[in-house]
């Protein structure tokens, strides 16, 4: 059995063998990680917070995009998402490509077994650094994203064969994360842009956009479609003949079906089939969000603060505002925090619930109305007062104590890649699972093998 202590969690495929994967849902896998951690005499870390990851759940998600878009949209993973070894290796196994955004999200998927051909990666990252684009050279990944022009001075310069992809602006204003402000070319610069690509004879197949990260209006797909057919008009216009269309990101669990039905009535009538345009996308949360849950200890616990203006009432001449109606009862304090996994909500600006998993150390795992609900606070462990993970979270407060366990729920994108060991707090590593029917385990066991 992995003891989910033992081992940092890896970003890049290593080359001793990966850990052992269980059976059972990600539930049961908390249950026997529990088991086996004595919070009495255990050494230091020996009560870590740690993520269990069901790779069924990767699988499922990979089966529902072919339903809906397999047809015709190939997806090309963003390994910044999380760039597990196992997820990696399950994905390069089921045929997906790879969205990579630097040379190590590069050297990663090629070090996979079964190395993937290069033509199964895109460099998805509109402004690279030289030796990275040399690093990509030497490595024959070819397909590459650009929206100025410096850029292609410096394809010119250090990657003349590559096939480079237009990112044009789109429309994000919906999405959790909006890469526009960063990334893409306005429709403005797009005709400019490929004149000095023709001067440089440098060879453009394509346009990519995205929506955002985490987009929540599905109708902004079928714009973005709009306008990249326009830009590929515009590119025949200049000379060149794209064949290569990349949607990006931005896909969501909960709005998928609808993403998906926008979209291929869009492709349908911008890029129908006999254009022999081949279509992409670089899908990230999708794919990795649900699969993994975190567990995390209650390592301290206090009566919450009397608010701030409390202590001011009793000083004369200062002001007296009181707040008493939204203040948290308790402040728990958690082992992992958002200089650690929940950095989500910082970057990612995920919001995380907890779920109650033991009380007194019993195991419960309940996400039942426990009868005196309050609202408390929930902190991470580290000095610093910006880490604060729920501000106000629903817990049983006369129950939940030191030593209880609390459950995450949807914590497999963008939480452990950028995860920090700041104050010396280490990341929380990963225990594996595969929850399905014994076919479809086996199926999965072999992917990985
Ligand atoms: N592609 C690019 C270029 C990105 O920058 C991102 C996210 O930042 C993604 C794909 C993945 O987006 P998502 O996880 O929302 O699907």
Request: include cysteine.
């Amino acid at each position: 059995v992995l003891d989910p202590r033992s081992r940092p969690t890896p970003v890049v495929p290593q080359t001793e063998p990966l850990p052992l994967v269980h059976s059972g849902s990600i539930v049961d896998n908390f249950r026997a990680a529990l088991d086996g951690i004595d919070i009495e005499e255990c050494e230091a870390h020996g009560e870590n917070a740690f993520f269990v990851c069901d790779l069924a759940e990767v699988y499922r998600q990979h089966m529902r995009w072919m339903r809906e878009l397999g047809a015709r949209v190939q997806p090309f993973f963003a390994v910044k998402s999380n760039p597990d070894p196992y997820v990696l290796q399950l994905m390069a196994s089921l045929g997906l490509g790879f969205d990579c955004a630097s040379q190590p999200e590069i050297s990663a998927v090629l070090a996979l077994p079964h190395k993937p051909d290069p033509s199964r990666i895109i460099y998805a990252n509109p402004c690279k650094a030289a030796s990275f684009v040399r690093n990509a050279a030497k490595n024959g990944v070819d397909y590459m994203t650009f929206d100025n022009g410096d850029e292609l001075a410096k394809i010119k310069k250090y990657h003349p064969s590559a096939k480079m992809v237009l990112r044009i602006l789109t429309d994000d204003s919906s999405s959790l994360c909006r890469l526009g402000l960063k990334f893409g070319a306005p429709l403005s610069e797009v005709r400019g842009l490929l004149k000095k690509a023709a001067e440089l004879d440098i060879n453009v197949v394509g346009v990519s956009f995205h929506c955002g990260s985490g987009c929540k209006d599905p109708a902004l797909f079928g714009d973005a479609i709009r306008r990249a057919r326009w830009a590929f008009d515009v590119g025949a216009e200049e000379g060149f003949k794209f064949d290569l269309l990349d949607i990006g990101g931005g896909f969501e669990d909960e709005n998928f079906e609808l993403i998906s039905a926008v979209l291929r009535e869009a492709i349908a009538e911008h890029f129908p089939l006999e254009g022999g345009v081949r279509i992409i996308a670089e899908p990230g949360r999708y794919y990795v969000s649900r699969a993994f849950q975190l567990a995390t200890n209650i390592i301290a616990r206090r009566a919450a603060r009397e608010g701030i203006n409390d202590e001011t009432s009793m000083m004369e001449g200062l002001d007296m505002d009181d707040d008493d109606e939204h203040k948290p009862t308790a402040m728990y304090y958690i082992n992992d925090g958002v200089y650690g996994a929940f950095n989500c909500t910082l970057f990612d600006h995920q919001v995380v619930h907890p779920v109650v998993m033991t009380l007194s150390d019993v195991f419960q795992d309940s996400q039942q109305e426990f009868g005196n609900l309050e609202e408390c606070s929930v902190w991470g462990p580290t000095c610093d007062s910006i880490d604060v993970v729920q501000q106000a979270a629903k817990l049983p407060v006369d129950v939940l104590s030191v030593g209880d366990w609390l459950r995450w729920e949807n914590m497999g994108a963008y939480t452990i890649c950028a995860a920090s060991q700041f104050n010396g707090f280490r990341k929380s590593l990963v225990r594996y699972t595969i929850d399905a029917e014994p076919e479809v385990e086996a199926r999965i066991r072999a992917l990985l093998a």
